[in-house]
């Protein structure tokens, strides 16, 4: 069974960067697709970023295009994700996810994701 655990959270100021990180233990496969979700309150849970099993392969979601960075170390067990320039839109409920996928394929659907983290929360202040 995989353990994920996410990392790195806190209050910023609009305009700062944060790092998450998304630490897998436990059985684990770099053949998983591992997906960041975020939540605000009263909103639905948002796709934020993607990568494939062999860290080939990203998406991210239109809101984060172009600040946002997802890496992936299958040594480590880790993918992090570098937001950079954030604005209070970006405030939520952080999730890490993995999901069964072909090694070069992200998976961007919350419903196909076996596993999920606790969440941490990331708050930007404006």
């Known amino acids: 069974q995989v353990q994920l655990v996410e990392s790195g959270g806190g209050l910023v100021q609009a305009g700062d960067s944060l790092r998450l990180s998304c630490a897998a233990t436990?059985?684990?496969?770099?053949?998983?697709?591992i997906g960041w979700f975020r939540q605000a309150p009263g909103k639905e849970r948002e796709f934020v970023a993607g990568?494939?099993?062999?860290?080939?392969?990203?998406l991210f979601g239109d809101s984060v295009k172009g600040r946002f960075i997802i890496l992936r170390d299958n040594v480590k067990g880790t993918v992090d994700l570098q937001m950079n320039t954030l604005k209070p839109e970006d405030t939520g409920l952080y999730y890490c996810?993995?999901?069964?996928?072909?090694?070069?394929?992200?998976?961007?659907?919350?419903?196909?994701?076996?596993?999920w983290g606790q969440g941490i929360q990331v708050t930007v202040s404006s």
């Open positions: 436990g059985r684990t496969s770099s053949n998983w697709s």
């Open positions: 996810a993995a999901a069964n996928s072909p090694e070069n394929s992200v998976v961007i659907h919350s419903t196909l994701h076996h596993s």
């Open positions: 990568i494939s099993g062999n860290g080939r392969s990203t």
